[in-house]
């Protein structure tokens, strides 16, 4: 049925102008008529993608792939120069830092402008403007004017407003990389709060650990179209392995025709490299565990160049894709390792407390860029068994008790 889908795009198509140097005068654009040459650039070509109510879907592609103007599109700044944009409900975007903001009003005054800008009366924004005041936490700053804030506290109150006004579908563009640390992580508790609820998120994003964290979706947008649409922990490694190539390939000659779209297992920028994966229960080699056994995954690396900062990453999935659990070395703060030689790390856990299943195991070493220096997807793989009737990933140590 249609009305599952929150949003549906269908083959659209969107162009620009692209002037080579324009006057902007009567009289520039009199004597220098050479300037208003310009070639038409096209951004979107036939794109389609179908997004299901309460479902949170990620745009990834390089810069100047299309995303941020498929959003713009989304929220009807811009309009497709043909192909049709279906969207089911109200609509809240953060497509630009304070995009709708005022700079000489003050932030309450802002809150009651952008929000009726959203669609929601008088009445319902004074119903609503002590939590968003909250939220934003600038109560002692809200009857200043906007100019007088910083980068966060501008990205704070719009967010403020932006999860307040009860939309049927929230369009974010990069929105979330700006604020302090604490605050992403309350911005990312609330859009959980608000899936929950069932609202439809649509995400552009260059953060993989944003994109895995929330959302169930992820698009590839490759010069305007689709290039692989599926679960995040599947697409991500593709494109940053596409991201990697494509600098080097800068130096070549540009790509003829579009590049398939493969598996990628292994990609980084190979500074040092993981070199072996052991799995041990009670200091015995095993593949095989018991929902109560301790395990230890013993990461063996090599080192050709000094490594910096580094964080080591270890992610745990189903066999039919689900994140069981994902942590790196900087969550026990043991972020500032320099890898100057070959050794190890392990990861060790007392029990290991998942349900019957088949695991794999994705291992990484990063430096806080976006490119990983090595990251190995499905580097070992190990079965689960139990006796208890369990349902979910984890098991959850508990115990019954009747009164």
């Given amino acids: 049925m249609q009305e599952e889908y929150s949003i549906e795009v269908d083959n659209i198509k969107k162009s620009f102008r692209v002037y080579h140097d324009k006057g902007f005068t009567l009289k520039e654009a009199s004597l220098f008529k050479n300037r208003r040459s310009y070639e038409i650039r096209n951004v979107i070509d036939g794109l389609s993608f179908k997004v299901k109510k309460g479902e949170a879907v990620a745009l990834v592609g390089h810069n100047g792939c299309g995303k941020s103007t498929t ?27 304070g995009a709708g903001f005022h700079a000489d009003m003050t932030g309450r005054e802002n809150i009651f402008i952008n929000a009726a800008i959203f669609g929601l009366t008088h009445k319902e924004i004074e119903a609503r403007l002590d939590d968003i005041i909250a939220f934003s936490e600038l109560e002692e700053f809200i009857d200043n004017p906007v100019r007088t804030y910083s980068s966060g506290m501008y990205m704070r109150l719009a967010f403020a407003v932006a999860i307040n006004v009860d939309a049927d579908i929230l369009l974010i563009d990069e929105i979330l990389v700006v604020g302090d640390a604490a605050f992403q992580v309350k911005c990312f508790n609330r859009l959980r709060e608000i899936l929950g609820k069932g609202t439809t998120i649509v995400l552009v994003s260059h953060s993989t650990r944003q994109i895995e964290q929330l959302c169930d979706r992820c698009i590839w947008i ?32 540009p790509e003829k025709e579009e590049p398939k779209v493969f598996e990628v297992t292994r990609y980084g920028s190979g500074e040092a490299q993981i070199s072996g994966v052991k799995l041990f229960r009670s200091g015995e080699p095993a593949i095989r565990f018991d929902a109560e056994d301790p395990c230890t995954i013993k990461v063996d690396y090599t080192v050709k160049e000094e490594v910096k900062d580094t964080v080591f990453g270890i992610k745990i999935y189903r066999n039919d894709g689900v994140l069981c659990y994902g942590t790196t070395t900087r969550a026990e703060h043991l972020d500032r390792i320099t890898l100057t030689k070959d050794g190890s790390v392990e990861f060790i856990m007392p029990r290991l407390s998942l349900i019957s299943g088949e695991y794999s195991v994705d291992l990484s070493i990063e430096t806080g860029e976006e490119y990983p220096v090595d990251y190995w997807k499905g580097a070992a793989k190990f079965n689960v068994t139990s006796n208890i009737e369990d349902e979910g990933t984890s098991r959850i140590a508990h115990e019954w008790k009747q009164n």
């Fill in 71 to 97: 959003l713009k599109m989304l929220t009807r700044i811009f309009y497709p120069d043909s192909g049709n944009i279906t969207m089911r409900g109200r609509v809240s975007s953060l497509l630009e830092l």
């Fill in 222 to 253: 490759h010069d305007g179209k689709v290039r692989a649409d599926g679960k995040p922990s599947d697409i991500n490694p593709l494109y940053l392995d596409f991201i990697a190539k494509r600098g080097e390939d800068k130096k070549k000659e």
